[in-house]
């Protein structure tokens, strides 16, 4: 393991006193706590680093050793050693954690495992004489998907905690969007409903297209004959070719619709964004002297 | 009213180990629902979660229920700022592209 200074961590020196120590643990916190900085994970590590640095330096002990035996300080007493596993983390002291209750970091709060469900979970109600019914925990997942496997409705198999999950993931979810499934979470607690199954969609484009909702763009090259010619070239969409006409004296820039063949709309069956096309018109290269010849006669021929 | 689904005021403060009267500002400031039944406060089960978040912030970082109040706002405001700064990210690609 490498030596991390927790002196530096809190930004105090050697010479900080318990004071100083409790000061700067306490800024710290307020601009770590992951209950402020929702959905930010380098902050949730601060915030660990910080309480790990704090339970080692706001105990004289603890940071007597530190102080003496930098990272091999935890080995310096098996019997304390064994009494900071107790701790949440990084290993800590639960008495010397300040905070009453651990923190169940990252996420959306509101689909977070409870501390309350879980006490009761690890059989607090039991405990009483007429048991309370209690809702189970809440399972939190990830899904990580690309574009193509979401423009149609896809059945998969999820294994959450052991447990195996045949779910419909509807075509159209948006990268970053939760769906809460009822019922797929933990059992209840003395007869109590079960806890509910939320999933966050990570969706990455492995494909050429921009997404913007139900819509899809893309740049599209054409030939400059093609462009002031006009003529008719063959897209490429999410569900196979098409073919497309093109005007002649198209501009360079010019957008055109492909109606429908967008992204379909969640939970909509049936119902798709459109395609929007934006046209490169690439100039012929490496032209030939007769090319050459024919293009100034172009020329002269527009300004004369 | 049934119980269903709602617990005691009573057994929340016992676990959280927090005073009725903390339950009962954020009450009054409008950040939980407390309802009575058969005279005893209760609160739905839904509500754990955030009240969860509230004595994490009161307890960690000593705020009160004013303070939560505010934080709170401004933590829905930095999230609808979030998800607009998504979609006008996504729309920027579009343009990025061409």
Redesign the interface.
Known sequence: MDFIDYYKTLGIDKSATEGDIKKAY?KM??KF?P??N??DKAAEIKFKEVNEANEVLSNPENRKKYDKYGKDWKHADQYEQAGRQQGYGGGGNQQQN????S?QGGGN????F????G?MFGG?GGRRGNP????GQDFNAELKLNLTEVYKTDKRTLTVNGKNIRLTIPAGVSD?QEIKIKGYGADGVNGG?KGDLNIKFNITNDTLF????KNL???LDINLYTALLGGTITVDTMNGQVKLKVAAETQN?VKVKLKGKGFPVYKKEDEFGDL?L?Y?IILPKDLTDQEKDLFVQLSKLKTS | MTKENYIPVATLCTFYKVEMSLIQDLDDNGLIKIIQIENAPFIHEDLISPLEKMLRLNQDLHINASGIDTIFNLLNRFEDMQKEMKTLRSRLRIYENQ
Do not use: L
Request: charged share 30%; glycine share 10%; net charge positive.
């Open positions: 306490r916190a307020r706590h209950d402020v929702p959905n300040p905070f009453g209750q923190y709060q509101e689909s977070d409870s501390d309350f469900f006490s607090a309370s019914k209690f809702r970053g409903p921009v997404r913007d909702g763009y893309k740049t820039g929007y934006t490169q």
